[in-house]
């Protein structure tokens, strides 16, 4: 994940192995590829409601963590009415 160093102070989100999904601001991160986001919050995708947010602030990432890391287009996002999308949430990935 060398790479990453394109993302720093970009916004992103990352999909975990555990089904959650974070959006935040890439701070940081090392050679083991943990990650350090700030302004972060989880996304809770559900059915029956829509997009629930919830605040995580500074938020540390383990690399072994991480399926994916993809930047956000801010201003797409800013337009997208997260209350209006209805989604089933990620499974967790089982070995």
Do not use: F, H, T
């Not at 060398?2 to 050679?31: E, N, P």
């Not at 943990?34 to 605040?55: A, F, H, M, P």
């Amino acid at each position: 994940m060398s790479s990453l160093q394109g993302y720093v102070d970009r916004r992103v989100l990352l999909v975990l192995q555990d089904g959650r999904a974070i959006v935040g601001v890439l701070a940081g991160y090392d050679q083991k590829s943990n990650v350090v986001l700030s302004d972060s919050k989880e996304r809770i995708y559900s059915i029956d409601e829509g997009v629930e947010e919830v605040e995580l602030g500074l938020y540390l990432v383990k690399g072994d963590m991480i399926v994916l890391i993809g930047e956000i287009d801010e201003a797409i996002d800013r337009a997208v009415d997260l209350a209006s999308i209805r989604a089933e949430p990620i499974l967790p990935i089982r070995y």
